[in-house]
């Protein structure tokens, strides 16, 4: 349960910061945006560090799932734009492709 909680973090704290980066350069904000911006990616960076796995690629290869059911939801949420039936789809498939990653059984030798 305690990974659910980091992987949502993160993902919420990497696309505020990117959007802040979409903002300044797409949406002509003030460059002052990038600074919690940047905030917000080294608390994506950090919270990632907290999952309980031996291997770096692995947490951000699950993560990816979250991280795009997350897009989704600020696209719908934050762009008012609601995501269409291939959207949920794909994020669907994610989904069940980081569960995989995350849950499969392995053979530590």
Request: charged content about 10%; some cysteine.
């Amino acid at each position: 349960m305690k990974t659910a909680f980091v992987y949502i973090g993160a993902a919420v704290a990497e696309i505020a910061g990117c959007f802040a980066f979409w903002a300044w350069l797409r949406l002509d904000k003030p460059v002052w945006w990038l600074i919690p911006g940047l905030l917000s990616l080294v608390l994506f960076a950090y919270l990632l560090t907290l999952v309980g796995t031996n291997a770096a690629g692995r947490a951000y290869a699950a993560y990816g799932g979250i991280y795009i059911v997350a897009s989704l939801f600020w696209l719908w949420v934050i762009e008012h734009v609601r995501p269409d039936r291939w959207d949920i789809s794909g994020a669907a498939f994610c989904l069940i492709g980081a569960a995989v990653i995350l849950l499969g059984p392995r053979r530590w030798t």
